[in-house]
Antibody, heavy 114, light 107 residues
Framework: QLHESGPGLVKPSETLSLTCTVS????????WTWIRQPAGKGLEWIGR???????YYNPSLRSRVTMSMDTSKNQLSLKLTSVTAADTAVYYC??????????WGQGTMVSVSS | DIQLTQSPASLSASVGDSVTITCRAS??????LNWYQQKPGEAPKLLIY???SLGNGVPSRFSGRGSGTDFTLTINSLQPEDFATYYC?????????FGQGTRLEIK
């Protein structure tokens, strides 16, 4: 199971920080992905990370995104800097296996507002 | 980035009907094309991966076909729980991209 968590509200220009806690499996050995979805809109791939530390970010967000893993806590993290209202969305973490996102968390809503 | 165009954007159908949703890629994605189902307030669920392989626990009334740039998702004998939004997604070339979605509604 995957469970995303983080502050539901972030102020403009600040940094959004989210955690994805993985239970029932180790985060080692898989690629992990972050995806977001603004309300009523489609899905946007943010990027993925592998246990080796390799990361692949969406070019549209690359300058503001950092993904990391904490194997001791079996957690993933996402940081997005200099947020604006356009970053308001539900954020999902998911496994990436067989070149597909096969297990998803329930998502966490993040609103950017002063 | 590879663009994925789904058609139709929405469709209405009745329980028991069969429907087909199309996904066209702006360039070849080989068979790295996946389909997801999303219901309101829920995370997407993987239905089909690698163009035609059924996801874990997905009923056999769902099927996928295609390669290169043209793909289809077919749902046979629609059930009430199938009314949802469907997305295609490619992982052939980063950044991974999604289609805009197809909303399947009850007629």
């Amino acid at each position: 199971q995957l469970h995303e968590s983080g502050p539901g509200l972030v102020k403009p220009s600040e940094t959004l920080s989210l955690t994805c806690t993985v239970s029932g499996d180790s985060i080692t050995g898989y690629y992990w992905t972050w995806i977001r979805q603004p309300a009523g809109k489609g899905l946007e791939w943010i990027g993925r990370i592998y246990i080796t530390g390799s990361t692949y970010y969406n070019p549209s967000l690359r300058s503001r995104v950092t993904m990391s893993m904490d194997t001791s806590k079996n957690q993933l993290s996402l940081k997005l800097t200099s947020v604006t209202a356009a970053d308001t969305a539900v954020y999902y973490c998911a496994t990436f296996r067989n070149n597909a996102f096969d297990i998803w968390g329930q998502g966490t809503m993040v609103s950017v507002s002063s | 980035d590879i663009q994925l165009t789904q058609s139709p954007a929405s469709l209405s159908a009745s329980v028991g009907d069969s429907v087909t949703i199309t996904c066209r890629a702006s360039q070849s994605v080989a068979r790295f094309l996946n389909w997801y189902q999303q219901k309101p307030g829920e995370a997407p669920k993987l239905l089909i991966y690698a163009a035609s392989s059924l996801g874990n626990g997905v009923p056999s009334r769902f099927s996928g076909r295609g390669s290169g740039t043209d793909f289809t998702l077919t749902i046979n004998s629609l059930q009430p729980e199938d009314f949802a939004t469907y997305y295609c997604q490619q992982s052939n070339s980063a950044p991974d991209t999604f289609g805009q979605g197809t909303r399947l509604e009850i007629k």
